[in-house]
């Protein structure tokens, strides 16, 4: 694993790749991103509900069906800790949680203790809408964007800033958007990301390793699996 980015899923050229980012304030709630994986066979479960409002969503497949399993995926993968609840957070100016969503959680698999890991994240929202503009609305900011600054989860959370470029994935269906981001201070972790809608559902994809860049490959089988389940 920690090959660099493919023809088949590649980032694409001209972006900077400076290594840093304390991994506690990492995107998407990565922060217990160096946890030791659990063990095999533990069979953690999604973290469902871990949002949840008075709206109801016309919607009716419940977020645990949404979850791809490490059996979905190529290679020996298995259950490791949950990534984090926090998901709600600017990215390129774009606000990926514009309202709460009413019910949605979050797994995480990986290969080792450093990785590679690949974390997934549901948000059902009560109309289909809001997925499909906030897919709309990343893809439309990268165009332009080179860089942008985040705060983490956590009140004492310090700002992070990440250099971003869009990434190039094989079978990424129109309904998606891909992108690479580097922090540029403390531990210089690189992530690549993928939002998808499906129907009420936006659905994130998230892959890194602690040591390497992250492994193109992944994301293309996790998009696939995602695709499968349609």
Known sequence: MGHRASSRARAVPGARRVASVAVGALVLGLSGCGDEPAPEGAGSAPAASEVSSSASSTDDRPVADRFITSKDLPGTWRDSEPPGPGFKQLVCGVDIEPQKPVDGGAIRYSQGGLGPFLAQHVRIHSDATTPAAVVRDVKASLTGC????????????????????????????????????????????????????DDHALVALVSYALKDEPDPQVLEDAVSAVERMD
């Open 146 to 197: 080179t860089s942008y600054e985040t705060k983490g989860n956590k009140a004492d959370s310090p700002t992070v800033r990440f250099d971003v470029e869009p990434l190039e994935v094989k079978g990424l269906p129109a309904n998606a958007v891909a992108w690479r981001q580097t922090a540029t201070t403390g531990a210089g972790l690189t992530t690549d990301m993928v939002l998808v809608t």
